[in-house]
C-alpha cells in the first residue's frame, strides 16, 4: 500500500522534470494547463512519466481526463494500491 504522500511526491516529481518546474512551485490543486502550462504533448509525456515512474499503464483516454495534481495522485493511487 503506497501513502497517498508518497504517491504525491512521485507525482510532483514527475511534473517537474516534465514540465521544467520547481517541485515546491507546484501546487496539489495546480491545473496542469492552466496553472503549470501544460501543452497537449506535455500531457502525453506527463503520462508516460507517470508510467514511468511507477511502473504502471494507464488507460490513455482515463489519464487525458486527469486536469490536476491532486487527480493524478487519486487515479494513480487507485492503480498502485489494488
Do not use: P, R, W
Request: glycine share 4%.
Amino acid at each position: 500500500m503506497m501513502e497517498k504522500e508518497k504517491v504525491e511526491a512521485k507525482v510532483k516529481k514527475t511534473i517537474a522534470k516534465v514540465l521544467k518546474k520547481e517541485e515546491n512551485e507546484i501546487a496539489s490543486d495546480a491545473n496542469f494547463i492552466f496553472d503549470l502550462g501544460a501543452d497537449s504533448m506535455q500531457s502525453l509525456q506527463l503520462i508516460a512519466g507517470f508510467e514511468e515512474e511507477f511502473d504502471i499503464e494507464m488507460d490513455e483516454d482515463d489519464a487525458l481526463e486527469i486536469q490536476n495534481v491532486k487527480d493524478a495522485v487519486e487515479f494513480i493511487g487507485k492503480i498502485v494500491n489494488k
